[in-house]
């Protein structure tokens, strides 16, 4: 959320994310496959967080040369690590609702939302260190009426974003900031490698026997036969918007609505908002999914984005509304709590044979919404990509209806069980 904020110089912040994801739809078709059959779930996501240090690491010394290969490098661990949290999660759930004689669908959307509660936490950890330690070198600037013309929905493009709300933090602040996220990640690598035990599941096992070495074309196969699941097409839409609107959050309103208006001090404020709507509404919503059904919760967010979308559109940022800047990103943070969790769960559930291959596609496609997102954050003024990003969200709700619609109609009253296939519990959830 930093990146197009700290290095808004020729677009260098944007890029950098816009390689990212690219490098991650390239590991989505390859990697995760792979490293989960040969490493195990525990490995591939202890060796895979390791790419993320490298991307802090090259935050010391940001430039072309440095951002742009730790980039491609997170990137690339990005995909086996999403997928192997997913399949660690899944097959957790499958087992325990198992044993307990519980429906595997309720049990796994709990999981996913308690993840998606820690998760997101991170954003308010992260977002407070950064914005205590960026207001001890900010100085109030007096914004004029002009600069402030140029802030929301149609900015001026001019390329910089927080000349008029706070000077640059220095080296030493950003070294300093540098130095705490980089010590976080090592942290978090020895606590997986020490603590976290590894999982295993029959599924798994008789893969191992019957493919013990995938090549790089059958893993690349795998991913793309999935494709033609008719849900998993129909689900594109919707998997791509979740990038699209992370992107627009993390990209767009930390820069041209937060940065122009208040200074570049402010955004972690901000975020930290959203971060701890989404991370509460993640756990409730995980719980609450199996009295309400998803449909119902699907709704909520879509009703909630497009409200935040039009509203965007119509509000000129002045800092005196200090609170506005924060009702967006609390929104905005219960809206995507719902498709994390929900759209996770929905994969889990939907394609609980096809694990892999299933969250592979996830971040392939969620990652093409970011890619896109970030490709034309440069390029495009603010009201166009909120256009876009309404577009995208009404095909999302239909082409998701479709599959919600092809569940009911293939297994109309099937009992729930939860030795076989979960696919049939969907039809039960369909008339909640």
Not at 319 to 339: C, E, H, N, R, Y
Request: aromatic share 14%; proline share 3%; with cysteine.
């Amino acid at each position: 959320s930093m990146q197009s904020s700290l290095h808004s110089e020729e677009g260098l912040g944007v890029a950098s994310l816009s390689v990212l994801y690219a490098a991650l739809i390239l590991s989505s078709m390859f990697l995760p496959p792979i490293l989960i059959k040969k490493l195990g779930c525990k490995w591939t996501i202890a060796g895979s967080m390791c790419c993320y240090i490298a991307f802090s690491l090259g935050n010391f010394y940001a430039s072309w040369y440095t951002l742009i290969p730790t980039s491609v490098i997170l990137g690339l661990g990005g995909a086996p690590l999403w997928s192997a949290k997913c399949t660690y999660l899944t097959i957790a759930g499958s087992s325990y609702a198992q044993k307990a004689g519980k429906n595997a669908k309720d049990i796994i959307n709990q999981y996913f939302g308690v993840f998606f509660l820690i998760f997101q936490s991170s954003g308010i950890w992260g977002n407070l260190i950064s914005s205590l330690i960026f207001s001890q070198g900010s100085k109030k600037v007096e914004i004029s009426e002009e600069s402030l013309a140029c802030c929301g929905a149609y900015d001026c493009m001019t390329g910089t974003t927080n000349s008029t709300g706070s000077a640059q933090p220095s080296n030493s602040l950003i070294y300093t900031l540098l130095g705490i996220y980089t010590a976080s990640g090592v942290l978090a690598v020895l606590l997986i490698v020490i603590f976290l035990d590894q999982i295993k599941s029959d599924q798994a096992e008789t893969e191992k026997e019957t493919l013990k070495t995938p090549t790089f074309w059958s893993t690349f196969l795998a991913t793309f036969q999935h494709l033609k699941d008719k849900r998993q097409c129909l689900l594109i839409p919707l998997t791509m918007y979740s990038g699209f609107e992370q992107g627009f959050l993390s990209g767009d309103y930390t820069k041209t609505y937060v940065s122009c208006a208040l200074g570049i001090h402010y955004v972690g404020y901000v975020m930290i908002c959203f971060s701890a709507v989404n991370s509460l509404c993640s756990l409730l919503f995980g719980k609450i999914s199996q009295f309400t059904g998803r449909k119902f919760l699907f709704a909520l967010a879509t009703v909630t984005n497009t409200t935040c979308i039009i509203a965007l559109l119509l509000w000129k940022p002045q800092p005196k509304q200090l609170a506005v800047f924060f009702v967006f990103p609390a929104l905005w943070g219960l809206s995507d709590a719902i498709w994390q969790t929900q759209t996770n769960g929905l994969y889990g559930i939907l394609f609980e044979k096809h694990k892999e291959a299933a969250f592979a596609n996830y971040r392939l496609w969620e990652s093409l919404g970011f890619v896109i997102a970030f490709g034309y954050s440069t390029k495009l003024q603010v009201y166009i990509k909120l256009y876009i990003l309404l577009s995208v969200l009404v095909l999302s709700m239909v082409t998701y209806g479709a599959v919600e619609y092809i569940e009911a109609k293939s297994s109309p009253g099937t009992p729930t069980t939860t030795k076989k296939e979960n696919v049939a519990p969907l039809a039960q959830e369909t008339h909640m």
